[in-house]
C-alpha cells in the first residue's frame, strides 16, 4: 500500500521558488496537513522546514520518514517532538496496516529522535548506533528541558534509548526488502547512522547529508569529511538528506556540503598558521559561503568554533 503523497499546491509552489534560504516563505509545519513524499518505491519522507524548533513548527525541521516492506515498516527518523511523531505514526497507520518494527534513530540531536515515544505502543526494536545511550545520557535531559520550554512538556517528549545497538553494520528485513544500517565512525556527531536501501538504490543519510541548510558540525570536521568521501562510493544512486529536500541525486548532491566542509577545514587551518584568536577565526573563515546556505549565520559560527578546537591540536 502507498502513503498518499499530498503535497499541497503551496508547497509545490514554494519548494520551486525557494526551498532554501528565504524564512518568509518557509512553511509553518502545523498549519499544513502532515504529507510525505515517496522518494523512492516504498520509502516516504516529510519535508522538515529550514528552521530551528519553535512554537509554530513544533520541532518538525528535520526530514523523518518510513519504509515499508512486504511484512512490515520502519521508521527513520520518528520526529522532532512526541506531537511530530504522534503525526507522523498516524500518517503511517493511513499508508499501511503492517506493524511497525523497528524505529531508527539516526543520532542524537532532538529535531531527529524526540518523536520516538510515540511509537513505543507499537513495541519496535529502536535501533542506535552504540555510542548513542552515552550521548543521550549526557544530553537527553538538557534536550528535553530545551524542546519543552519551546513546545510546552507534553508535546515535547521524553528520551528514548534504544533497545539494539549497531557497532559496525546491521541488516533488517522487512519482507522482501533488506536495510543495510551503518554505524559511523565519528563525523556529524560521534553516533551518526545511515540506512541503504539496495532494492532501490537509496541511502537514508539523515545528518551525514545537509542539503542547502547549512551544516551543523557536533562531531569531527576531518572525520566528516572522510565518511562522506566514503559515503559517495555506496552504490546508492539516490539520498535522503536530515535537512533540505527529500531526495537529491547521489552522489552530486554531497558537492555543496563537500565545498563547505573543505573550505571550513582549509581556512580554519590558515587561522590557525596565522596565529588568530578563535574570535577572530569566526569572523573570517567561510565567508564566501554566506548566501549559500539557509541558516548560515545561527549555525556557522559554531561551526567555525567547532573546527578551530579539533584542528588547534593537529
Ligand atoms: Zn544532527
Known sequence: MRA???????QAVLGALCGCCCPVLSRAATSEPFTTDEVAPGIYIRRGVDEDASP???????????????????????????????????????????PIRYV??????????????????????????????????????????????????????????????VQTRKEINLGSRALEITAHPIAHTNND??????????????????????????????GW???????????????????GPTGVDWPSAAADLERYLGTLLRETRDALRKGLQIEEAVNVVGQSERGKWALFDDYHGRNVTQAFKELEWE
Not at 4 to 10: D, G, M, Q, T
Open 104 to 165: 531508527v534513530l539516526s543520532h542524537a540531536h532532538p529535531d531527529h529522535i524526540f518523536g520516538a515515544g510515540a511509537f513505543e505502543q507499537d513495541r519496535p526494536t529502536f535501533i542506535g548506533h552504540a555510542r548513542l545511550p552515552k550521548a543521550l545520557a549526557v544530553r537527553g535531559d538538557y534536550y528535553r528541558k530545551r524542546l519543552a520550554a519551546i513546545v510546552g512538556a507534553q508535546r515535547a517528549g521524553t528520551v528514548v534509548v534504544p533497545t539494539e545497538l
Open 193 to 222: 547512522l545511515s540506512v541503504l536501501d539496495r532494492s532501490t538504490g537509496t541511502l537514508l543519510a539523515s545528518d551525514l547529508l545537509f542539503v542547502r541548510r547549512v551544516p551543523s558540525l557536533d562531531g569531527s570536521l576531518t
Open 4 to 10: 498518499p503523497v499530498l503535497l499541497s499546491r503551496r
Open 56 to 98: 509554530a513548527n513544533e520541532g518538525a525541521i528535520a526530514n523523518i520518514g518510513f519504509i515499508v516492506g512486504r511484512e512490515a515498516v520502519a521508521v527513520m527518523d520518528p520526529g522532532g517532538s512526541l506531537i511530530d511523531g504522534e503525526r507522523l505514526r498516524a500518517h503511517i497507520r493511513q499508508a499501511t496496516k503492517l
Open 225 to 243: 569529511i572522510e565518511e562522506l568521501t566514503r559515503l559517495k562510493s555506496s552504490p546508492a544512486r539516490r539520498a535522503v538528506p536530515g535537512h
